[in-house]
């Protein structure tokens, strides 16, 4: 059953006669002090009047009569695409004191926490809860804290959930008035995925939340932020309400922003379904030396490989065509460099790639990272290049420990390389092309695992591309993980994926464009990327790398991510026919192999 906040006579005569007895014994209490102790301080925790006092995301939450678990009513919180169903209610407090946060729930993946403590912020979870399971939480407010936010929520596209019972115990706080509604609201930058958002403070205010649409999106304590996860070419209309103990304000003045189109600002002039291969042209190996004349004109973006360092450490990268000891075929210089204007004459990009197997790089120091910046733009005016691939592998990116949040990175050779990064974005300007081909352990393997964790012995190198992925992406072209050379990784449905199948590049991708909790922790979840800005890497042939795919397994995968069919067991978060296209290693490869990979390209989209 639900507690009655109502005290029965009963129950009221019972507190006057211990507080008759302990002022008897000498123990003298108030009836203030033992009613704070004792009240749960949330309002309609049982959903018994529908969803007064709580504000849920795009309209997701309902009260419904079944399930529940006492009384008549509980919440049921529906996620959709990029909505989790938050679920939020401001409750007041008393600063410096103790409270505890319980709720029964009920379905998969289901949060319960509380932001704005002051302290240190709070959350539990239920992977899996067929039947009613209680969470409970605990935390201190901090000395000037007297509101705190608590909530519920539930994972991107997972099926509904349903709360019920929920409870905030701990002493009472007092009420004021709330604040006025939030003045100044304008719009800062726009890319095809974000909109920046910023107004003016109010007095006596806590919190903010910015409401998209006119429905609640976003919860913060400061006055500016930058709403994430929007679809290109789309106007917005923004909304902002300030909170405190009292309750909310009035919103704002709207504000309208168009997001960019698709590519827009990050390298555009990409076709709609691009196609980007590895050249090799600074070595051969088994599949032997193709000029960049004779590459086929399927291939939309051409990644030279390798630009490498003169050491690990140096920053210093050095570029030369293949030595014609081991590629008795290669060009001149200038047949390579007029090669290369004939394929930008024709649409296609052409970029040093940066890295490789054998090409440590390591930006640990300022220098490094200045050597890099120089070296890189003598290169790209040398060969007359579209942009840089950065395919940093092996020990190249690690992360310091205590590094543990990826949207605000402290390690050196993170830090650096997004510095040198950006420094080549602004000297080049909006046409330079940017990719990035990093391994499933720099990226997807953060969802489990972040640098050597909150208490030191994992791998450092565990997701330590996410925070380079999340600071370039409002410049970032394209993103091409590489789906081979990988071991199991755990994809959004909690389950392990193999490579060599529809299913490791159906779950990778997916990750990408739905964003996960980075480590687990739902405060601190990577966005999801513009699928325009996903292409899915693969090797060209079983002699090019492990985990190497059938075209017909290439095309289930495609499948179901761009419209939803032959996904096998896998479920995915949502339907992107505007992903970007695939990458592979490498154009030599798909030639030994007969151009297996690009003729199975073109046949899937028609080109």
Known sequence: MKRNRRPSRYSRLLAALAAAVLTAGGLVVSAETARAADADVATNGGFESGLADWSCTGGSGVSV??????GTAALKATPAGGDNAKCTQTVTVRPD???TLSAWVQGSYVYLGASGTGTTDVSTWAPSAPSWQKLTTSFRTGPATTAVTVYTNGWYGAPAYHVDDLSLVGPAGETGQPPAAPAGLRSSTVTASSVGLAWSPVAGATGYTVHRDGAPDLDVTGTSTTVTGLSPATAYRFQVSATNAAGRSPLSSAVTATTQAAGGGNGAALPA???????????????????????PASWDVINLAFGEPTSVTSGEIRFSLCPVAECPNVETTAEFKAAIKAKQAAGKKVLISIGGQNGQVQLASTAARDAFVSSVSKIIDEYGLDGLDIDFEGHSLSLNTGDTDFRNPTSPVIVNLISAVKSLKAKYGVDFVLTMAPETFFVQLGYQFYGSGPWGGQDPRAGAYLPVIHALRDDL???????????PIMGLDNQYHTMGGADFHIAMTDM?????????DITKVFPALDPGQVAIGLPASSQAGNGHTAPSEVNKALDCLTKKTNCGSYQTHGTWPTLRGLMTWSINWDRFNQWEFSRNFDAYFGS
Do not use: C, E
């Open 97 to 99: 004191s103790a409270y």
């Open 65 to 70: 009569s079944a399930p529940v678990h006492g």
């Open 273 to 295: 379904n691009a196609l980007v291969g590895y050249l090799h042209s600074s070595f051969a190996n088994g599949s032997g030396y193709t000029r960049m004349s004779d590459v």
């Open 477 to 487: 072209t394209l993103l091409h993980v590489q789906d081979y050379n990988s071991g």
């Open 512 to 520: 990408l464009l739905t964003g996960f909790p980075v480590a687990g």
